[in-house]
C-alpha cells in the first residue's frame, strides 16, 4: 500500500527518498551542479555542541559539522562518532529541517525553531515519549564557524 501524501509514513519514504537520491547524485555543498538553496542557504562549515537535556546523566560535547544543500536536499555531516555523525533529509523554505540518522533511522527535527543562515539546532529523542513522562532530547547546535 502507498502511504497518503499526509501521512507521517509518506513523509518518511519522501526524506529517504531524498536521500538516496542526494548521495547518488552528490549533493556536495554547493559545487557548479547542484541546486539552488531552497530555505536559509546553511551550505558549509559549522561548529557547536551536541548535548542531552532532561537526562540526569547530562552530557555535552564541542563538534564542528559540514552541510551540503542541494535545494531542499540537505546532508549533514558532524565529528561525532555514532548517533548524530551523519544526518540527511529536507530543508524546507520556512526553515523547518527533518533528517534522518544513518546509523539508527532516527529522526531528527527543528524542534525548537526553524533553521536560520548562521543557526542550525536539531533535536531527536533519546528514547519513545510515553504520556506523563519526560523524555530527554539529545541536541545538535550548530553556529557558522568563524
Known amino acids: 500500500m502507498i502511504p497518503m501524501r499526509s501521512s507521517p509514513s509518506f513523509n518518511i519514504l519522501r526524506v529517504l527518498l531524498l536521500t538516496v537520491a542526494a548521495i547518488t547524485l552528490g549533493c556536495d555543498g554547493g559545487g557548479s551542479d547542484s541546486a539552488p538553496p531552497i530555505g536559509p542557504d546553511i551550505r558549509g562549515s559549522w561548529s557547536g ?37 551523519n544526518l540527511t533529509g529536507t530543508l524546507s523554505p520556512d526553515g523547518e529541517m527533518t533528517l534522518i540518522d ?18 542550525v539546532q536539531v533535536a531527536d529523542f533519546t528514547a519513545v515519549p510515553q504520556p506523563g513522562e519526560s523524555t530527554p532530547l539529545q541536541i545538535i547546535e550548530l553556529s557558522r564557524a568563524q
Not at 540526569?56 to 563538534?63: K, L, Y
Not at 546509523?103 to 548562521?118: C, G, K, M, R
Request: aromatic letters at 10%; hydrophobic letters at 45%; a negative charge.
Open 49 to 85: 555542541r551536541y548535548y542531552v537535556r532532561g537526562a540526569s546523566d547530562a552530557r555535552e560535547q564541542a563538534i564542528t559539522a559540514t552541510i551540503s544543500q542541494d535545494g531542499d536536499a540537505i546532508i549533514l555531516k558532524t565529528s561525532l562518532i555514532g548517533v548524530g555523525a
Open 102 to 119: 544513518a546509523l539508527d533511522a532516527e529522526i531528527w527535527t527543528t524542534f525548537f525553531q526553524p533553521v536560520s543562515a548562521s543557526f
